[in-house]
């Protein structure tokens, strides 16, 4: 290895990692664990020792931005590796002055992903950031990308997260595979590796982020994202939904329904865009934004761009923000909402399928974890939870008329 400072930076458990040469490895675990700075570090590092390239990816490519190509960046930064490097922004490439490169792209954009080819040797390695946000497909489709190549060079697909629910594909193809227990936190065999981790393992953290992690009262957040076991979300309020490539239907999507929630700082500003089959009882939501910390002025901008001249239904509750999205072009106007407004929302988007494009991955999240509040006895009540709600809520302001005709008519 060079002798380079990045790997003074490395926690503990993930050092044996480094030569790691299974097939398939998982790192997932709580937040804060340290597992994409490692990734990151382990692909800076790999890269400057030449042989390796690295495809590295997300579900939605306009979020690589803020996660694994911040991250590989501010491994080199931090190092003082800079002079090593040329990072090209548009083609979102980071290639070492030997030749190797880090691919960044997301899984939403198949045209890229198959012209895709670095500029020396083959891929080597594919990261998968936030694997949860995929389909079995794609990561199917993952595995075939890593053809070629130097045969001394063991091929590796990495794919990392939070464990958010037990019932995903990855649970049932990995972990019940190698019959993985609960009490486990690492398997280790020829084809697949599996570690798991959660904040004790980085000592990096500040006595602030470890009190934040281990204040959270919320029972399925505790153990999900301290202590990064598998989810299990009995009282999930929405299973009336599934993910499609709505990319070819698009231009079909007439009949369109828009919704948003303010946001800024602790909370996104939230936009969902969606298409109403009302004789199916269909609605496909097929574009979103989810942003903090925009003024009016640039939410106006974004919300232009997603939805054009088209109508938005808005939070009512910032009769300001709507004043100001209109000054700035936008059609907005908002929600009448009423008494248990929410709660009759919920009940009619029951009523439907909502199919989801595989690049709208928050509002995909957000329909996994949203759920009815428990009582002391882990009981549902009829109160949703006031959590992973923004772009729901953008979707109940969306369709407010269509709720009104149906009541109506009962």
Not at 41 to 64: E, F, H, P, T
Not at 101 to 130: C, H, N, Y
Not at 185 to 210: C, M, Q
Not at 251 to 267: K, P, V, Y
């Amino acid at each position: 290895m060079p002798a380079l400072n990045v790997d003074l930076q490395i926690n503990d458990i993930y050092i044996p990692h480094l030569e790691n040469t299974a097939r398939t490895q998982i790192f997932y675990g709580g937040a804060g664990s340290g597992k994409s700075v490692f990734l990151a570090q382990r692909a800076v590092i790999d890269v400057l020792q030449g042989g390796r390239n690295y495809l590295i990816c997300r579900a939605a490519g306009k979020y690589s931005r803020k996660s694994t190509w911040a991250e590989c960046l501010n491994v080199i930064e931090g190092a003082e590796l800079g002079h090593l490097f040329k990072v090209r922004i548009v083609e979102q490439v980071i290639e070492c002055q030997n030749g190797y490169q880090l691919l960044f792209s997301g899984l939403d954009d198949t045209q890229k992903l198959k012209s895709m080819r670095p500029a020396k040797g083959a891929i080597s390695d594919i990261w998968v950031e936030e694997a949860t946000e995929t389909g079995r497909q794609d990561i199917k489709e993952l595995y075939k990308r890593q053809r070629g190549g130097d045969p001394a060079i063991p091929k590796r697909l990495t794919m990392s997260f939070n464990p958010i629910t037990q019932t995903h594909w990855i649970y049932d193809e990995y972990f019940k595979g190698v019959g993985w227990a609960e009490e486990q936190t690492a398997h280790r065999e020829a084809g697949i590796s599996i570690l798991k981790t959660w904040y004790i393992h980085n000592r990096f953290l500040t006595p602030e982020d470890v009190a934040d992690l281990e204040g959270e009262r919320d029972p399925y957040y505790h153990q999900v994202y301290t202590l990064g076991n598998w989810g299990v979300l009995g009282n999930v309020i929405f299973r009336n939904w599934r993910v499609r490539d709505l990319a070819p239907l698009r231009a079909q999507f007439t009949n369109r329904r828009n919704g948003l929630d303010f946001g800024f700082s602790s909370d996104p500003a939230a936009l969902v865009v969606s298409h109403y089959d009302r004789k199916r009882k269909i609605i496909y939501i097929f574009d979103e934004l989810y942003e903090y910390g925009l003024t009016n002025d640039l939410l106006a901008g974004l919300v232009k761009e997603k939805i054009g001249s088209d109508y938005v239904v808005c939070d009512s509750s910032e009769p300001k923000s709507i004043a100001e999205l209109n000054a700035h072009g936008v059609r907005a106007d908002g929600a009448v909402k009423g008494k248990d407004s929410v709660l009759h929302g919920i009940q009619w988007l029951q009523q439907h399928t909502l199919i989801i494009d595989k690049a709208c991955i928050h509002t995909r999240n957000e329909l996994t974890q949203f759920k009815w509040k428990e009582d002391k006895h882990g009981k549902a009540m009829r109160l949703p939870l006031d959590k992973n709600n923004h772009l729901i809520d953008a979707l109940r302001y969306a369709y407010e008329a269509d709720m009104e005709a149906y009541w109506l008519a009962m």
